[in-house]
């Protein structure tokens, strides 16, 4: 169902939309008085922190807002969740929004966790009956057991952020709202999350994630928007919308040549693309690398992390070839490595990719984090990184 | 709920939008705050609970501490303005007439002062969540109102204590003095909620300026004390006139007609109070729909000044 029906109703109209914010130096009467008319122009600053922007959404999507910091994806979030007025244009919705962003910021400390719950669930247009309904299953998401008529100051900072997610979460949106959420908590609530996700995109929730990880953007949504200064520069396809992102950010950055790395993709055995596999199936990481020709000797290298940043393992033609330095006339070139039945236990796994200078030595001539995702999927419930195959014998001494 | 049966709920549903200055469905943005504001009356009663809740959770009094206030004043006034520097001469019951005063007083300070602070105080809830920004004002004012009906049990029962129930019809006009009140509060809790989000020093002016607001409305004296003093005086008509028709006075004085009975034959009450009242309250519509305004231009910026 993630795939969108073309009959699919439309949720959001954003139509010739922009934002401009002013920003004040002074904030105090006296600065205002003192400097009012001419001088107090002086002490601000307008600047437009989205421009244009139109967008469609159609119920049922999953969609990614990417770009660099300050390029006004919060913002934008936040004036689709009504929490901003739009400067010029309009922003329309309907059905339901929840917003998962700054959770738990409307937790009164004093109050205890089911007046919390209560209240909160109120401000998002849950009626009270309503909010009785699904109370047991706000309470068993944020797993809070009898903390819950406990004042909500005593939680520990994990409880209050599980209690604020499970009540956005349990009002039944039609459209769900999430900014950088999906950090927080240990690795058993991240999963409740992503499989709460997974269910919402099964019933036709609408869902717009904000985030700088773009694997995981890549894992969960089929239509990316990026922005660049307030700007929609990219309306589409997840894999063009995060290239075009790394283009921008090279292209920001200090050492524009080195846009090396074209593509990254994780392949089956067989060669075809491929996001899930079963553990002990080959892997296949293949790269595409550009303007070569200019690289004296180098060599490629990739290293695959778990969903918390731990190393699951790496490698390189360097260490596979004993220690050869390419060195190529050719620009373009294709490097694949087939990883043989990696003993990954369940989780989802992020491919970082770099290549290697021999001059200056181990300097990187282009790095692509994140570059391409995958996920391994058993009816296991293993612990930790790898898979083991283990028995165990009880005897009486 | 499956994604078909969403879909149709969601094509029959109208689109609500926003645009610069508030909602897109209707062109009077009044009301359509004003239907928002009723379709969250739930969350509003929960806003108002959660602060009367919370201010003294963790105190073992709890609640008695709101009277402690007022009751304190109350003391004060009688045994320093009224014994010490004899105000309780000229005015039989002072205690009755003091505390009707200062709780008529106590309302429109909670709603003014409360208002003012109340969209800084939600700043986490008006960063987060998408309801119409007057839900928290007006929690402010909700509150002050229960906080004022508590004092109005504590009057009737000092009233039966002195002997001195309000058994005329002159309780009626406890109305108009409660409805002037809280009009004028109201507008001022929106005008100034919204404008301290953008000059934060408001708040502590408001403080001065209710200081001031108190002694310059028959609280501690009676309004024939001022009268007496300013007929002489040059212009002293005119001041009088400016004095009398402070809405606060005016709804002071209304609410000291209905429950102070013992001025009922010795008080003065200025000529045509309700014609005063009625007056008043007519310019406080017009500053209620101005504050209101002000509020809906502004409130489109809360999010990103808090």
Same mark, same amino acid.
């Given at each position: 169902?993630?795939?969108?029906?073309?009959?699919?109703?439309?949720?959001?109209?954003?139509?010739?939309?922009?934002?401009?914010?002013?920003?004040?130096?002074?904030?105090?009467?006296?600065?205002?008085?003192?400097?009012?008319?001419?001088?107090?122009?002086?002490?601000?600053?307008?600047?437009?922190?989205?421009?244009?922007?139109?967008?469609?959404?159609?119920?049922?999507?999953?969609?990614?807002?990417?770009?660099?910091?300050?390029?006004?994806?919060?913002?934008?979030?936040?004036?689709?969740?009504?929490?901003?007025?739009?400067?010029?244009?309009?922003?329309?919705?309907?059905?339901?929004?929840?917003? /998962? &962003?700054?959770? +738990?910021?409307?937790? =009164?400390?004093?109050? %205890?966790?089911?007046?919390?719950?209560? *209240?909160?669930?109120? $401000?998002?247009?849950?009626?009270?009956?309503?909010?009785?309904?699904?109370?047991?299953?706000?309470?068993?998401?944020?797993?809070?057991?009898?903390?819950?008529?406990?004042?909500?100051?005593?939680?520990?900072?994990?409880?209050?952020?599980?209690?604020?997610?499970?009540?956005?979460?349990?009002?039944?949106?039609?459209?769900?709202?999430?900014?950088?959420?999906?950090?927080?908590?240990?690795?058993?609530?991240?999963?409740?999350?992503?499989?709460?996700?997974?269910?919402?995109?099964?019933?036709?929730?609408?869902?717009?994630?904000?985030?700088?990880?773009?694997?995981?953007?890549?894992?969960?949504?089929?239509?990316?928007? /990026? &922005?660049?200064? +307030?700007?929609?520069? =990219?309306?589409?396809? %997840?894999?063009?919308?995060?290239?075009? *992102?790394?283009?921008? $950010?090279?292209?920001?950055?200090?050492?524009?040549?080195?846009?090396?790395?074209?593509?990254?993709?994780?392949?089956?055995?067989?060669?075809?693309?491929?996001?899930?596999?079963?553990?002990?199936?080959?892997?296949?990481?293949?790269?595409?690398?550009?303007?070569?020709?200019?690289?004296?000797?180098?060599?490629?290298?990739?290293?695959?992390?778990?969903?918390?940043?731990?190393?699951?393992?790496?490698?390189?033609?360097?260490?596979?070839?004993?220690?050869?330095?390419?060195?190529?006339?050719?620009?373009?070139?294709?490097?694949?490595?087939?990883?043989?039945?990696?003993?990954?236990?369940?989780?989802?796994?992020?491919?970082?990719?770099?290549?290697?200078?021999?001059?200056?030595?181990?300097?990187?001539?282009?790095?692509?984090?994140?570059?391409?995702?995958?996920?391994?999927?058993?009816?296991?419930?293993?612990?930790?990184?790898?898979?083991?195959?283990?028995?165990?014998?009880?005897?009486?001494? | 709920?499956?994604?078909?049966?969403?879909?149709?709920?969601?094509?029959?549903?109208?689109?609500?939008?926003?645009?610069?200055?508030?909602?897109?469905?209707?062109?009077?943005?009044?009301?359509?705050?004003?239907?928002?504001?009723?379709?969250?009356?739930?969350?509003?009663?929960?806003?108002?609970?959660?602060?009367?809740?919370?201010?003294?959770?963790?105190?073992?009094?709890?609640?008695?501490?709101?009277?402690?206030?007022?009751?304190?004043?109350?003391?004060?006034?009688?045994?320093?303005?009224?014994?010490?520097?004899?105000?309780?001469?000229?005015?039989?019951?002072?205690?009755?007439?003091?505390?009707?005063?200062?709780?008529?007083?106590?309302?429109?300070?909670?709603?003014?002062?409360?208002?003012?602070?109340?969209?800084?105080?939600?700043?986490?809830?008006?960063?987060?969540?998408?309801?119409?920004?007057?839900?928290?004002?007006?929690?402010?004012?909700?509150?002050?109102?229960?906080?004022?009906?508590?004092?109005?049990?504590?009057?009737?029962?000092?009233?039966?204590?002195?002997?001195?129930?309000?058994?005329?019809?002159?309780?009626?006009?406890?109305?108009?003095?409660?409805?002037?009140?809280?009009?004028?509060?109201?507008?001022?809790?929106?005008?100034?909620?919204?404008?301290?989000?953008?000059?934060?020093?408001?708040?502590?002016?408001?403080?001065?300026?209710?200081?001031?607001?108190?002694?310059?409305?028959?609280?501690?004296?009676?309004?024939?004390?001022?009268?007496?003093?300013?007929?002489?005086?040059?212009?002293?008509?005119?001041?009088?006139?400016?004095?009398?028709?402070?809405?606060?006075?005016?709804?002071?004085?209304?609410?000291?007609?209905?429950?102070?009975?013992?001025?009922?034959?010795?008080?003065?009450?200025?000529?045509?109070?309700?014609?005063?009242?009625?007056?008043?309250?007519?310019?406080?519509?017009?500053?209620?729909?101005?504050?209101?305004?002000?509020?809906?231009?502004?409130?489109?910026?809360?999010?990103?000044?808090?």
């Amino acid at each position: 169902m993630s795939e969108t029906l073309p009959r699919a109703p439309e949720v959001l109209r954003i139509s010739d939309m922009s934002k401009r914010f002013v920003l004040r130096k002074d904030n105090s009467l006296k600065e205002r008085i003192v400097g009012f008319g001419r001088v107090g122009r002086r002490h601000r600053e307008d600047f437009w922190v989205l421009r244009d922007v139109n967008i469609t959404i159609r119920a049922g999507e999953t969609i990614g807002l990417i770009g660099h910091n300050g390029s006004g994806k919060s913002t934008l979030l936040k004036l689709i969740g009504g929490i901003l007025d739009p400067t010029k244009g309009k922003v329309e919705h309907r059905g339901r929004i929840a917003a /998962l &962003l700054e959770l +738990g910021a409307g937790f =009164h400390p004093d109050l %205890t966790g089911r007046e919390n719950v209560y *209240l909160n669930a109120a $401000l998002m247009g849950l009626s009270r009956e309503e909010t009785d309904a699904r109370f047991g299953d706000i309470t068993a998401f944020a797993d809070i057991g009898e903390f819950i008529d406990t004042q909500v100051k005593f939680y520990s900072s994990g409880m209050f952020v599980r209690l604020a997610f499970a009540v956005a979460i349990n009002t039944d949106p039609d459209i769900l709202l999430v900014d950088e959420v999906l950090a927080v908590g240990d690795e058993a609530f991240q999963r409740k999350c992503l499989d709460k996700i997974a269910e919402f995109k099964a019933q036709g929730v609408t869902i717009i994630i904000v985030s700088h990880r773009l694997a995981e953007i890549q894992g969960l949504c089929e239509r990316v928007l /990026l &922005l660049d200064h +307030g700007q929609v520069v =990219h309306d589409g396809d %997840t894999r063009e919308g995060i290239r075009a *992102l790394r283009n921008l $950010l090279k292209a920001a950055s200090p050492n524009p040549d080195g846009d090396h790395i074209v593509d990254v993709a994780v392949l089956d055995g067989q060669g075809q693309p491929r996001a899930t596999f079963q553990p002990g199936e080959d892997v296949l990481v293949r790269i595409e690398l550009d303007r070569l020709a200019a690289l004296r000797g180098w060599y490629c290298s990739i290293q695959v992390d778990d969903a918390f940043g731990r190393i699951a393992f790496g490698t390189s033609t360097y260490e596979i070839d004993g220690g050869a330095w390419f060195g190529s006339t050719e620009d373009r070139m294709i490097v694949t490595f087939r990883i043989s039945a990696p003993a990954l236990a369940d989780g989802r796994f992020f491919v970082n990719c770099a290549i290697i200078l021999r001059e200056p030595l181990n300097m990187h001539a282009d790095d692509a984090m994140q570059a391409a995702t995958f996920e391994v999927a058993s009816d296991e419930t293993p612990r930790g990184l790898i898979r083991i195959v283990a028995s165990a014998e009880i005897e009486t001494r | 709920m499956d994604a078909e049966a969403r879909f149709a709920a969601l094509a029959a549903q109208p689109f609500l939008g926003r645009r610069n200055g508030g909602p897109t469905e209707t062109s009077i943005g009044a009301i359509g705050q004003i239907t928002a504001v009723f379709r969250n009356r739930q969350a509003l009663a929960l806003l108002i609970r959660r602060d009367l809740k919370a201010r003294y959770k963790d105190s073992t009094l709890g609640f008695l501490w709101t009277l402690a206030r007022p009751l304190t004043q109350l003391a004060i006034y009688v045994l320093v303005i009224g014994h010490f520097l004899g105000a309780a001469r000229n005015i039989p019951d002072f205690a009755i007439y003091v505390y009707t005063g200062i709780a008529a007083f106590t309302l429109f300070s909670d709603i003014v002062s409360g208002g003012t602070g109340s969209i800084i105080a939600n700043a986490g809830l008006v960063k987060k969540v998408a309801v119409p920004r007057e839900l928290y004002p007006l929690a402010s004012v909700g509150g002050a109102f229960f906080n004022y009906g508590v004092q109005l049990v504590i009057l009737i029962l000092a009233t039966l204590a002195f002997g001195a129930f309000p058994m005329s019809w002159d309780i009626l006009y406890a109305i108009p003095g409660i409805l002037i009140i809280g009009l004028y509060g109201t507008a001022l809790a929106l005008l100034l909620s919204a404008i301290t989000v953008f000059l934060r020093d408001i708040s502590y002016l408001v403080e001065v300026i209710l200081m001031v607001l108190m002694w310059l409305s028959p609280v501690l004296y009676s309004w024939s004390m001022v009268r007496d003093v300013l007929t002489p005086l040059n212009g002293g008509p005119v001041l009088i006139e400016i004095y009398t028709n402070n809405p606060l006075t005016l709804g002071v004085l209304a609410l000291q007609k209905a429950f102070w009975v013992a001025g009922a034959q010795t008080a003065e009450y200025p000529e045509h109070l309700l014609l005063r009242i009625g007056i008043a309250l007519i310019i406080g519509l017009t500053l209620l729909f101005f504050g209101h305004w002000v509020f809906r231009r502004i409130q489109g910026n809360f999010a990103q000044e808090l």
